[in-house]
């Protein structure tokens, strides 16, 4: 039962352009989310959050949207570099616990 | 460096050694968190401290694994008789509140 889905398993982006990330996620009780980056042999690195109370959040190339009626948030890169290919997670917590439900995760590709 | 580390970074065992994994959190982080990533997948949640309390196991985590977390700083995942099915990367994280957690490089533990 994956409760937190990322369909798109890679994507590739020309550099510039803006690179659009997606997850769905099933579980309601979901109310804060994460997205990590990851290159190989490393561990994830943490991009980028947003709470159930806010439908975006923005940190400088990065952009976060959140729309809970479709439980589905986004991650916008813009615009994207080549340093930005890797693979990205979503991952979901539930309010006051600890655990995250991570995505399998998308390969993000960005072209010179 | 103020990361989370761990050691060791790679581990080749034989089926049926035990092994033995080390993770330093971010020296304020009274969370500690164990994921396991397998190829393909996103990490997955083995085992929760809060502080030497280690409060949440998931049923991933069989009774040939064990963790502590003397002192609430360092922690220790031990496997006894690997298995080729434990093959993985096994992922530390800390974290200060329930939000964002930040990971280590992971320890990639090869059973053969």
């Known amino acids: 039962d994956q409760q937190v889905k990322q369909n798109s398993p890679s994507l590739s982006v020309q550099e510039g352009r803006i690179s659009i990330l997606n997850c769905d996620y099933t579980n309601s009780m979901f109310d804060y989310f994460l997205w990590y980056k990851k290159y190989p042999a490393e561990g994830p690195t943490f991009l980028i959050s947003?709470?159930?109370?806010?439908d975006k959040n923005e940190d400088g190339r990065f952009t976060v949207f959140l729309n809970k009626s479709a439980k589905h948030l986004s991650l916008h890169i813009v615009p994207s570099q080549p340093g930005d290919s890797a693979v990205y997670f979503c991952a979901a917590s539930p309010s006051g616990t600890y655990k995250y439900i991570f995505g399998t995760g998308t390969r993000l590709k960005v072209l010179a | 460096d103020t990361g989370v580390s761990q050691d060791p970074r790679h581990k080749i065992t034989k089926r049926g050694q035990n092994v033995t994994f080390r993770c330093d959190p971010i020296s304020e982080h009274n969370r500690l968190y164990w994921y396991r990533q397998t190829l393909g997948q996103g990490p997955e949640f083995l085992t929760y401290?809060?502080?030497?309390?280690?409060?949440?196991k998931s049923r991933l985590l069989s009774d040939r694994f064990s963790a502590e977390r003397p002192k609430g700083s360092f922690s220790t995942l031990e496997i006894q008789r690997t298995e080729q099915g434990d093959s993985a990367m096994y992922l530390c994280a800390s974290s200060l509140t329930t939000t964002e957690a930040f990971f280590g490089q992971g320890t990639r533990l090869t059973v053969v």
């Open positions: 947003i709470s159930s109370i806010k």
């Open positions: 401290f809060q502080n030497e309390a280690q409060l949440e």
